[in-house]
T-cell receptor, first 114, second 111 residues
Framework: EPEVTQTPSHQVTQMGQEVILRCVPI?????FYWYRQILGQKVEFLVS????????KSEIFDDQFSVERPDGSNFTLKIRSTKLEDSAMYFC????????????FGPGTRLTVL | KNQVEQSPQSLIILEGKNCTLQ??????????LRWYKQDTGRGPVSLTI?????NTKSNGRYTATLDADTKQSSLHITASQLSDSASYIC??????????FGKGNQVVVIP
């Protein structure tokens, strides 16, 4: 199973501050995803990323959010001006090219906005 | 609306006992259905995957069933162990690799 790491494991920030969450896939993946899970709620899809561009995004992924893969390895999620309701677990998921559509999830980053 | 509902929300079982978790899904077009195990503070890990034509799939002590006609699935845990304590999430794959997540069944196994 492909290994996916995420940093930081826990991020505490003040409302209005910018945060960058990072996902580091170990294997060579082509498809990347970000999900979030508010405490006690369902996992929600944010965005999918393929071939260095967004392929799909949900209504949650508004102008405050952006994604990029700046160095061809790390996959980042940026929240420009955090709000209290952005507090959640953020999961990165990756998928291999071809064959199976299995998405492999990272351990998540817990974001706390004060 | 593409959605997944699970029941019961939570349950407590004695170590060694069996339990069954239920999932109802409404997605279109359906691709496959997976059960994930999510330990506290961790990302979901896939347990089983079933396509439209599969009725039963086992992975060790986990057995999943799928009824594509009624759009229901179940996950049966046999001879539960303390390490089975986790949230079990039913996820329906549909469309262009979109995922619809259930809220999860929180299982607590006690000695």
């Amino acid at each position: 199973e492909p290994e996916v790491t995420q940093t930081p494991s826990h991020q505490v920030t003040q409302m209005g501050q910018e945060v960058i969450l990072r996902c580091v896939p170990i294997s060579n993946h082509l498809y990347f995803y970000w999900y979030r899970q508010i405490l006690g709620q369902k996992v929600e899809f944010l965005v999918s990323f393929y071939n260095n561009e967004i392929s799909e995004k949900s209504e949650i992924f508004d102008d405050q959010f952006s994604v990029e893969r700046p160095d061809g390895s790390n996959f980042t999620l940026k929240i420009r001006s955090t709000k209290l309701e952005d507090s959640a677990m953020y999961f990165c998921a990756v998928r291999m090219a071809g064959g199976t559509d299995t998405q492999y999830f990272g351990p998540g980053t817990r974001l706390t906005v004060l | 609306k593409n959605q997944v509902e699970q029941s019961p929300q939570s349950l407590i079982i004695l170590e060694g006992k069996n339990c069954t978790l239920q999932c109802n899904y409404t997605v279109s077009p359906f691709s496959n259905l997976r059960w994930y195990k999510q330990d506290t503070g961790r990302g979901p890990v896939s347990l089983t995957i079933m396509t439209f034509s599969e009725n039963t799939k086992s992975n060790g002590r986990y057995t999943a069933t799928l009824d594509a006609d009624t759009k229901q699935s179940s996950l049966h845990i046999t001879a539960s162990q303390l390490s089975d304590s986790a949230s079990y999430i039913c996820v329906a794959h549909y469309g262009n690799n979109r995922l619809a997540f259930g809220k999860g069944n929180q299982v607590v196994v006690i000695p």
